[in-house]
């Protein structure tokens, strides 16, 4: 088969379209012709290098966020059937330990992510546990599928499994434009909350309202005035800021007393400084959201296919055309995901 192999650290020179094998089902797996794989920032961090996930390996196949077709089932598989359409959860556990009994796979020591330090999606075709392909309705396009997988989790988990967002909430979504938050824009939305999107340009600040924010900030000036203006002096119910350093002191001066601030990221820097007295006189809370868990992952996507909510994709394209285009570290100004089509 075809696929976008990873042979060194680097530029886009360091993956090449290769011929390699195709996959073989496990007992409990099955072979599914991919459909379409979206472009994570992983991706990106790991082809640049050094690999990000314990086991990371060259050669390496990425591509975490898949939807396809299922092809080949294992021996032992009954829960799906060659021509499923399916859409892939990434995260595999052992199975047996207590993380992975209690559905916390993404802290099992054994974890292995499929495009991370296994196998993935920039291939024609990708084996994996035949629990991990889960149903696609028909009135839902593949390449709409493989945009949900990670982005979703992780916002379904921040928004309502630790954010608790309600409708009585406000809540300050930073990076609006992200793919992350153009879910939990939507997820918020849904529980009736009132929307604050913050955003570095009016192109992503547009996208964020055509999702339903209500009020529209601009990152690049004082977010705490207008986010009070907006609550009528109270402040922000909930902030869900995977930004990290660069939006920190602004993320918890918009907050209302007792509000919670959810941490789910750092892209633009893991340390920070903070005022004991602020936190603890103010009540504020500091809510840590990391690796989503098998629940998460079901219930959004039954939320996601029971309609309403939808995501953006910024572009589609081969494997050919996938680092050399998208792959300069630019594509954080794109709003949307890039799917890539074997
Ligand atoms: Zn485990």
């Given at each position: 088969m075809r696929a976008l192999v990873q042979t060194a650290f680097g530029g886009p020179e360091a993956v090449a379209v290769q011929r390699v094998p195709e996959p073989e089902p496990g007992p409990h797996d099955v072979v599914v012709r991919v459909a379409a794989c979206a472009l994570n920032r992983l991706d990106l961090l790991q082809r640049r290098g050094p690999g990000m996930l314990p086991g990371f390996s060259l050669p390496h196949i990425a591509g975490m966020d898949i939807a396809g077709h299922v092809v080949a089932t294992g021996a032992s598989v009954t829960s799906r059937a060659v021509g499923d359409r399916v859409v892939i959860d990434p995260t595999v556990g052992c199975g047996s330990c207590a993380h992975c009994l209690a559905g916390e796979r993404g802290h099992c020591a054994a974890l292995r992510v499929i495009g991370g330090n296994a196998p993935g999606g920039y291939a024609e075709f990708v084996a994996v546990p035949a629990g991990l392909a889960h149903p696609v309705p028909d009135h839902v396009g593949l390449v709409e599928a493989a945009a949900l997988p990670t982005p979703w989790s992780t916002a379904w988990q921040a928004t309502y499994r630790v954010g608790e967002v309600g409708p009585d909430d406000c809540v300050v979504v930073q990076a609006a434009a992200s793919s992350v938050s153009i879910a939990a824009i939507q997820l918020a939305k849904r529980a009736g909350a009132r929307v604050v999107a913050v955003a570095s340009t009016d192109e992503k600040l547009a996208a964020a309202a055509g999702l339903g924010a209500d009020l529209l900030l601009r990152?690049?000036?004082?977010?705490s005035g207008p986010v009070r203006d907006f609550t009528g002096g109270r402040g922000a119910d909930v902030v869900l800021d995977h930004v990290g350093a660069a939006t920190w002191q602004r993320s918890l001066d918009c907050l209302r007393i007792g509000g919670r601030l959810v941490m789910f990221g750092n892209t633009t820097g893991d340390e920070v400084s903070l005022s004991l007295a602020n936190v603890y006189h103010r009540g504020l809370r500091l809510l840590g959201s990391g690796a989503y868990t098998a629940d998460d992952f079901s219930l959004m996507l039954d939320t996601y296919f029971s309609g309403g909510l939808r995501t953006l994709v910024a572009a589609e394209c081969g494997f050919e055309d996938l680092h050399p285009t998208f792959g300069r570290g630019d594509s954080r100004s794109l709003v949307g995901r890039v799917l890539v089509r074997p």
């Open positions: 990152g690049d000036a004082p977010i």
